[in-house]
């Protein structure tokens, strides 16, 4: 009997889902590569809300987290096929698609939340968004994954001369390659999580903000972390641009503005728990230098300006003359 229950309740919940779906007249299948407890998810989560509120329902959203729909390449590549519709993505893979990004991936460009709010959210941001287009792609909003810095489970870090030949992990695109090259170490890219390379060595270090280190127990795999703060990396709340084609102005226009609502939504709710985070890895035991030395990092970075060519350039350039 209790069997029957649970099968009938199992199937009530389904038709329920599905007749939701079923009802909606748009789906919007959305991939993020990481659990329901980052930042990323709860983003995503407040956008449903939005969106299915706002639509009286008749676009529904389907939340796809933990990489179930393979990691940040693959569902750019979806999105760019349509098979998925929607994700928020970290702006390092992007790059590959949308070559403009790599101007606020660059080192150090941006001091502090106020600066980057300055660029992202301002006439430069909302250009490099624009781009998205050219690959097939709609770049609805900027959200925050927030500064990296870099852990590993070798040896303190304090000056770029430590990181030399320690194998760290980047996240899958040339430029983060290139800018761990220049620093000294021997960079593997990798999609994301890695908690197991990190935990059998395969891997010595990684380089990801605070929000991530904690939200991912790193500091279980990984003794030391250098406040590097090296660079500012960006979420984006990306698109199918053939699926936002074929909407109706009006629902194209409450994407954007649900996109903004939880993206502004989302950034502060990681602003509010940095010192949090950093009180929390300090408590779980990592070895933290809060005050590397910066300058030996961009002394090693700043030639790969010379490398920057096309729209990268155009936006870098545009960025270092808005200072
Ligand atoms: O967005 O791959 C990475 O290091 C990212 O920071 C991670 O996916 C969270």
Do not use: C
Not at 9 to 29: D, E, H, L, T
């Amino acid at each position: 009997m209790r069997k029957f229950f649970i099968v009938l309740f199992v199937v009530v919940v389904g038709i329920g889902f599905s007749a939701q779906s079923y009802a909606a007249k748009y789906i919007i299948n959305l991939g993020i590569v990481t659990t329901t407890k980052t930042f990323h998810y709860k983003a995503a989560a407040r956008f449903k809300q939005i969106v299915e509120k706002k639509s009286g329902g008749a676009i529904s959203v389907i939340i796809h987290h933990s990489g179930s729909v393979g990691d940040e390449t693959s569902i750019l590549q979806q999105l760019q096929l349509g098979v998925l519709q929607a994700g928020v993505i970290t702006a390092g893979p992007i790059d590959k698609f949308v070559p403009a990004i790599k101007a606020i991936e660059f080192p150090f460009i941006f001091k502090n939340y106020k600066d980057v709010d300055r660029i992202l959210d301002g006439k430069i941001g909302q250009a490099i968004l624009s781009q998205f287009k050219k690959a097939n792609l709609i770049g609805f909003h900027f959200l925050e994954n927030g500064f990296r810095n870099l852990t590993n489970s070798v040896r303190p870090v304090h000056t770029a001369a430590d990181v030399k030949g320690l194998k760290i992990r980047v996240m899958n695109s040339q430029f983060q390659i290139a800018i761990w090259r220049a620093i000294g170490a021997n960079p593997t890219p990798m999609p994301w999580p890695i908690y197991t390379q990190l935990s059998q060595h395969v891997i010595d270090g990684e380089e990801n903000p605070l929000a991530v280190i904690y939200q991912y127990k790193l500091y279980e795999v990984q003794k030391y972390l250098s406040l590097t703060h090296h660079v500012y990396s960006a979420l984006v709340f990306v698109g199918s641009k053939s699926f936002y084609d074929k909407l109706p102005a009006k629902y194209q226009k409450l994407l954007y503005s649900a996109a903004k609502d939880a993206s502004i939504y989302e950034r502060n709710l990681n602003r509010d728990k940095v010192k949090f985070f950093l009180s929390e890895l300090k408590k779980h035991g990592m070895i933290i230098d809060e005050h590397p030395d910066i300058n030996s990092f961009k002394l090693k970075v700043q030639k790969l300006k010379l490398q920057f060519r096309g729209d990268a350039k155009k936006y870098l350039d545009m960025i270092l003359a808005s200072k």
